[in-house]
């Protein structure tokens, strides 16, 4: 399992963001997700869990920041 802040024996604040190259990564991972219609989004926290190996926790985590922030990374032109 890859570290993360939200692990538990972290040495730095949880409070601070995770990498953003891992939540870039994952956030791009879940446009290209979204986008093959695979799977409803509320569903995608096993698809990032598998492809990233992170922990359930995080992944789902990741799948509701990148949720509540979809508006603001795709902007209605």
């Known amino acids: ?3 993360t802040r939200l692990d538990p024996f972290w040495d730095e604040d949880p ?5 953003s190259e891992l939540e ?8 290209r997700l979204r986008e093959s219609g695979i ?4 569903g995608a926290g096993p698809y ?3 492809y ?11 799948v509701i920041k ?4 979809f508006e603001d990374r795709h ?3």
């Open 48 to 50: 990032v869990e598998e």
């Open 15 to 19: 409070s601070e963001p995770m990498t």
């Open 39 to 42: 799977t409803n989004m509320f």
């Open 66 to 69: 990148w949720m509540t922030t």
């Open 1 to 3: 399992m890859n570290e």
């Open 24 to 31: 870039d990564d994952v956030f791009v991972f879940l446009d």
């Open 75 to 77: 902007p209605l032109d």
């Open 52 to 62: 990233f190996d992170l922990d359930r926790r995080v992944a789902g985590d990741l």
